[in-house]
């Protein structure tokens, strides 16, 4: 090898060598900062791409998750109701039954009436006050069904049919139990409305219960989907901190083979000492 002042080929390599190791500890330390050994497309594009796809999927999932949960809501609020409406047609028929005994008189009749009419209201109350943000499903107000997300790609969706628990809901209007007559009328009209409300229950806690499992499952996709990206761009910090410290000594070395190659030169100045 020459020996020169003007080029020192030691120093270059040492040199070389010394930037590759700084590279390998910036990047090196960016994963142990970010956790990330994928932290942009620079690192690695296809990988990177595929991470951002997933992230997109999993930020839909969390919308659909809103929507099913108001979903619940709905259909808990609308379920709390129906079950309070379901115990006012029997205390219905319980007075309908007693206005239909042909012991009793007029004035008799009259109270259970007063009763009758007064239950019938709260039927409507509560089918009108069955409201959660803004929706109610027993007012009868609609006959549309509430659809709500079921995929990231709101293609598919899940639906929640109305169930009209008022007093016309129920064939219930301008029933009383002012006569014997009338009152078996009436009776045959609450017990026909039990069975009705009892059937429209059913149907609105089947919803619900499909509901509920699919927003378990949406949870279970979502969790899968942030382990799946996990495994695409998360660092393995033991290994990251083991390489962390090896690059450390490496670039000490690097800048005492470096001082060492600079140093070179000034043996040629031996050369030229008398």
Do not use: C
Not at 3 to 10: I, R, Y
Not at 80 to 109: N, V, Y
Not at 185 to 212: C, W
């Amino acid at each position: 090898m020459t020996t020169s002042v003007h080029t020192n080929t030691s120093a270059m390599i040492a040199l070389q060598n010394l930037n590759r190791t700084n590279d390998q500890l910036a990047s090196t330390q960016g994963r142990v900062s970010t956790g990330l050994k994928v932290q942009g497309a620079k690192d690695n594009a296809a990988v990177w791409a595929v991470a951002q796809a997933q992230r997109a999927d999993k930020g839909s999932l969390e919308s659909v998750t809103t929507s099913l949960n108001r979903a619940t809501s709905i259909a808990d609020v609308s379920l709390a109701a129906g079950e309070q409406i379901s115990d006012l047609l029997l205390e219905l028929k319980a007075k309908a039954t007693a206005a239909a005994d042909p012991s009793a008189t007029a004035a008799t009749r009259a109270s259970y009436d007063q009763e009758f009419q007064a239950l019938l209201g709260s039927i409507d109350s509560f089918a009108d006050n069955a409201t959660f943000d803004g929706a109610n499903i027993l007012d009868g107000a609609s006959t549309t069904a509430l659809d709500f997300l079921a995929n990231a790609d709101a293609t598919e969706t899940i639906s929640m049919t109305r169930q009209n628990m008022t007093v016309a809901g129920l064939t219930l209007t301008g029933e009383d139990l002012t006569t014997q007559a009338n009152a078996e009328d009436a009776l045959t009209a609450v017990t026909a409305a039990i069975a009705t409300a009892s059937s429209r229950l059913a149907e609105l806690g089947a919803e619900a219960k499909q509901i509920e499992r699919h927003t378990t499952f949406v949870s279970k996709l979502s969790d899968s989907l942030e382990a799946g990206i996990g495994n695409l761009v998360d660092a393995d910090l033991a290994k990251e901190s083991a390489r962390l410290q090896a690059l450390q000594v490496q670039q000490q070395l690097g800048v005492q083979a470096l001082s060492i190659a600079n140093q070179a030169p000034q043996v040629i100045l031996s050369l030229f000492q008398n």
